[in-house]
Structure formats: C-alpha cells, structure tokens
C-alpha cells in the first residue's frame, strides 16, 4: 500500500485541528475511476483528505477485501465513521458541506439526477471493461440519448446547475462523467451548448482547475485497464 497525500493546500481542517490531519482518506486504486467526482467535490469545498493507494498485487492478497462491506473498494473514512459505495460517500460529503439541496424537495431531485448519472457511468463501465473493441461505435452512436436528457434539464434551469441554484452532489457527478465522455469521444458535447457551457464552468470554478491540473489527479488514468 502507498500512501500519498492531496487536496487544497488552503483547506483549513476544521476537525481535527490540534493535530492538524485530515479529517478524510480515499482508499482505492491507483485510478481515477469512482473516486474523481469524490475528489473534485472535496477540492471545490476546500477540503483536505489523505489517499491511501492499493495496488492490484495487495488487492489480490484478499486480506483488504475481507474487511470491506461489500467486498470492493473505494472506501471513505471520516473519523470514525467508514463508508464504501461512491454515490454514498459523495451524498454524506453533499449533506456536510452543503451540497445537497435547500430542503428535501431538492435533495430527492439531486438524487433523481445522481441515480440517472449512475446509469451512464455504468453503461461506460461495462462498454470499457467488457465491450471496448466490439461495442464503441456502438456505445458513441447512442450517446445522444443519453446526454439529451441532461441537456435539457440544463437548458431548462437558468441557474447553470442541475437542482435550485447552487452546485450539488449531482453536479460533481454530471461532470465528471462528462469529462470521461469527452475523453471516449471528445465531439460528444459540439451538439450539447447547455452541457459544454456546464463543463467550461465546472472546469473553471478555481479550485477544481487547480485539482484537475494538479499531477495527484493527471497521474491516475481514468480506468484501470488503460482504456478511456
Ligand atoms: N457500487 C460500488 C462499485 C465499487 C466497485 O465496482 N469497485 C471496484 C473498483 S471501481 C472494485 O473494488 N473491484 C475489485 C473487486 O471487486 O474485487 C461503488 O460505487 O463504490
């Protein structure tokens, strides 16, 4: 296991401030994978968080995934508190630091649109893991569909994010699925303004810039089997 340290350097730790750690740590692969949008959201909030990487070799060992809830990674330690499934850890990460929505209505909306997130990344999942050679004509064909649907929820909501006026947990989601996509098929968004001018602006908000130009994150390849 490698350890590795990253996040904002001005994030103040609010939590464990006499010992000056970081009140969070990502354990998983040396990929970008499930945890970007985790990662992201952490940046664009200010936070710190410690990385502990495992490799495929430790992985195989088995003595790790005996000790997670379902048997994979990642996993999210907050203190005490251990959590594994991405969308979970980045919903706990969304109602800590005010990323979820102003009131329930929202919050069932930000989830609506996460869960809707989740069914893209796992068609991405499964056509770059099972199906690359044979299915990514395919798979870039049907996009449209998908990002459609996005697209005019954009369009819709003049406030440039998907739920109320602020950026939520869905936002962080969209668009890091949005950039995986733009790597698979990098015209995917030139019939999509409301989601290019989503993606520009997520790109731009500073301390994602400053996350996704750091060499913590353009190290990592996106997938764990080189293909993107
Ligand atoms: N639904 C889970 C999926 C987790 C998952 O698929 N983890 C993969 C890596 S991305 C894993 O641990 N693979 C190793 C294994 O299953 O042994 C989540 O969102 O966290």
Known sequence: MRHTHTGSATAVN?????????????????????????????????????????????????????????????????????????????????????????NDSEAALIDMFNDGVEDLRIKYIKLIYQEYETGKDAYIKDLPNHLSKFEAVLAKNKSGFLVGDSISVADYSLFDVLLNHQVLSPTCLDSFPALKGFVQRMSSRPKIKAFLESDAHKSLPINGNGKQ
């Not at 990674?73 to 005010?98: E, Y």
Request: glycine content about 8%; overall charge positive.
């Open 14 to 102: 609010q939590q464990h401030p006499s010992t000056n750690m970081p009140p969070y740590t990502i354990t998983y692969f040396p990929v970008r994978g499930r945890c970007t949008a985790v990662r992201i959201m952490l940046s664009d909030q200010g936070q710190q968080w410690k990385e502990v990487v495992v490799s495929l070799e430790d992985w195989m060992k088995g003595d790790l995934k005996k000790t997670c809830v379902f048997g994979q990674l990642p996993k999210f330690q907050d203190g005490d508190l251990a959590l594994f499934q991405s969308n979970t850890i980045l919903r706990h990460l969304g109602r800590k630091h005010g990323a979820y929505g102003k």
